[in-house]
Structures are given as structure tokens and as C-alpha cells.
């Protein structure tokens, strides 16, 4: 293995985690997502215009999206697939284990998926003190809320 692939993959890691951390935390100015609105809640006609803070609005709904609304659908798809597999294997051993992996790497998967964002929630809420947890009031003037 390439000694110089290492350093890189932990540099991406870490820009990876610091971007994730920043837009997996519940933004106060941020309104709900409802179905059937726009993904882009400003600069529309009659709307304030976009700021810095709303991009990462929008990356929140984004994640949001993907963790709650397709992470568990493609999940239960990934079991079905595994299940049937095993069902329809007749009896092949090659095929039931193949459907036995397929499950246990689905629900390693959403485990891995799941945990890594309440570890990150987690570690930003414990760094902001879990009152205001979005993490730019770090770079606020304390003399000019």
C-alpha cells in the first residue's frame, strides 16, 4: 500500500466529519421541511434572500432527508432482497449465505449509519453546551450578539 494514500485519506476523513458535524446540528432559524416545499427556503419570490447560514440550512435538510426518509426504505428493500435470496436458494448453501451476509451487512450498515450521526450530534452539542448548538455562534463577537 502507498504510504502517501494514508495521509490523504485522513485529511478527508476529517474534512468529512468537520462538515457533517457542522450540518447534522438543529439549526434555530431553519424552518421545518413539510412535503411539497422547496428545497431552497430562500430567495424565492417573496422571500428574504440567502445567507452564509442558510446553506447550511440546506445542507441540514439534505442530510436530514437521506438519514430519515431514504436510509430506512432502502434498508428494508436491502432485507427483502436478502430474504428472498434465502428463499428462493433451494437449497444451494452458497446462495443461503449469501442472504444471511446480505442481512448482517444491512443491518451493520444502518447501525454504522445511525451511530456515526448521533456520535457527531452528540460531540458538537457537547462542544457548544448543548443550549445553541450551531456551531458558528463560536465565531460570534460576545460583545455584539
Given amino acids: 500500500m502507498n504510504p502517501n494514500i494514508i495521509p490523504k485519506k485522513i485529511v478527508l476523513v476529517l474534512?468529512?466529519?468537520?462538515?457533517f458535524s457542522i450540518t447534522t446540528t438543529a439549526v434555530a432559524d431553519c424552518?421545518?421541511?413539510?412535503?411539497?416545499?422547496?428545497?431552497?427556503?430562500?430567495?424565492?419570490?417573496?422571500q428574504d434572500p440567502c445567507t452564509f447560514d442558510d446553506l447550511f440550512c440546506l445542507i441540514n435538510r439534505v442530510i436530514t432527508f437521506i438519514m430519515f426518509n431514504v436510509v430506512p426504505p432502502l434498508a428494508i428493500i436491502w432485507f427483502a432482497f436478502g430474504g428472498i435470496t434465502?428463499?428462493?436458494?433451494?437449497?444451494?448453501?452458497?446462495?443461503?449465505?449469501?442472504?444471511k451476509?446480505?442481512?448482517?451487512?444491512?443491518?451493520i450498515g444502518v447501525l454504522v449509519v445511525y451511530a456515526a450521526w448521533l456520535i457527531v450530534y452528540g460531540f458538537v452539542s457537547f462542544l457548544t453546551g448543548g443550549g445553541d448548538p450551531w456551531p458558528l455562534n463560536f465565531f460570534q463577537n460576545p460583545n455584539n450578539p
Avoid: H, R, W
Avoid at 474534512?15 to 462538515?19: E, G, I, M, S
Avoid at 434465502?86 to 442472504?99: E, F, H, L, R, V
Avoid at 451476509?101 to 443491518?107: A, P, V
Fill in 86 to 99: 434465502m428463499m428462493t436458494a433451494g437449497g444451494d448453501p452458497s446462495k443461503i449465505q449469501t442472504g
Fill in 31 to 46: 424552518p421545518e421541511y413539510k412535503a411539497g416545499d422547496p428545497i431552497v427556503f430562500c430567495g424565492n419570490e417573496g
Fill in 15 to 19: 474534512v468529512l466529519f468537520f462538515l
Fill in 101 to 107: 451476509k446480505m442481512i448482517t451487512y444491512g443491518i
